[in-house]
């Protein structure tokens, strides 16, 4: 099993920063697959970033603003989330596999977090 705790998320105006965190315990390992995920209301889950064995993915939409990072001594993955712009507002999720293997599909990661909200303001 693995438990996932994110914090860092807040109101922010336009062309703002936040950092997010995802804390994690239990079953991993620094080759394990995290991934950032976020869902607007009335939208459906979407990928953001995803790193494993030191390899990142973003999404089109986020690629150069945002940096997906980990610190395997902390057990903790990080969204940096630069320039940000209204139609990031979400709840951002992390979520994680006891595996390397993941992909941009939610369904790739058992373990999920309970989300922090990110608010931008225009």
């Known amino acids: 099993q693995v438990q996932l705790v994110e914090s860092g998320g807040g109101l922010v105006q336009a062309g703002g920063s936040l950092r997010l965190s995802c804390a994690a315990s239990?079953?991993?390992?620094?080759?394990?697959?995290v991934a950032w995920f976020r869902q607007a209301p009335g939208k459906e889950r979407e990928f953001v970033a995803r790193?494993?064995?030191?390899?990142?993915y973003y999404a089109n939409s986020v690629k150069g603003r945002f940096t997906i990072s980990r610190d395997n001594a902390k057990n903790t993955a990080y969204l940096q989330m630069n320039s940000l712009e209204p139609q990031d507002t979400a709840v951002y999720y992390c979520?994680?596999?006891?595996?390397?293997?993941?992909?941009?599909?939610?369904?790739?990661?058992?373990?999920w977090g309970q989300g922090t909200q990110v608010t931008v303001s225009s």
């Open positions: 979520a994680a596999n006891e595996t390397p293997f993941g992909t941009r599909v939610p369904n790739d990661y058992p373990y």
């Open positions: 239990g079953r991993t390992s620094s080759t394990s697959a």
């Open positions: 790193i494993s064995s030191g390899i990142r």
